[in-house]
Nanobody, 127 residues
Framework: QVQLVESGGGLVQAGGSLRLSCPAS????????LGWFRQAPGKEREFVAT????????YYTNSVRGRFTISRDNVKNTVYLQMNSLKSEDTAVYYC????????????????????WGQGTQVTVSS
């Protein structure tokens, strides 16, 4: 059984930082391209960042590029999202996700490309 469990969310002031973690069980993350998504109240779940299975490339949505960093630790079987210079518009529930098939993922910004999801962790940024 595959489980992804996010942690590290919380309440932070604008300009602050948080680091989200997502360890996995039942899945060898080193074989998978991984993603972070977020969902604000009343909005659709949106793509935030992805990292390729070999860690060679990362991609970000425009609104977080330069502030957020996605990374992975294959020994710990964990994916991370370092979030700096947080803004009130970053407030959302953040989810990590993995596809059902290993290696490449063409449509990495599309929710339906991912078959495994965590339960989410709340990030609240106060202005």
């Amino acid at each position: 059984q595959v489980q992804l469990v996010e942690s590290g969310g919380g309440l932070v002031q604008a300009g602050g930082s948080l680091r989200l973690s997502c360890p996995a069980s039942g899945l060898t993350l080193s074989m998978y391209q991984l993603g972070w998504f977020r969902q604000a109240p009343g909005k659709e779940r949106e793509f935030v960042a992805t990292i390729t299975w070999n860690g060679g490339s990362t991609y970000y949505t425009n609104s977080v590029r330069g502030r957020f960093t996605i990374s992975r630790d294959n020994v710990k079987n964990t994916v991370y999202l370092q979030m700096n210079s947080l803004k009130s518009e970053d407030t959302a529930v953040y989810y990590c996700a993995a596809p059902r098939s290993p290696y490449g993922l063409a449509s990495y910004a599309v929710k339906s490309s991912y078959g495994y999801w965590g339960q989410g962790t709340q990030v609240t940024v106060s202005s």
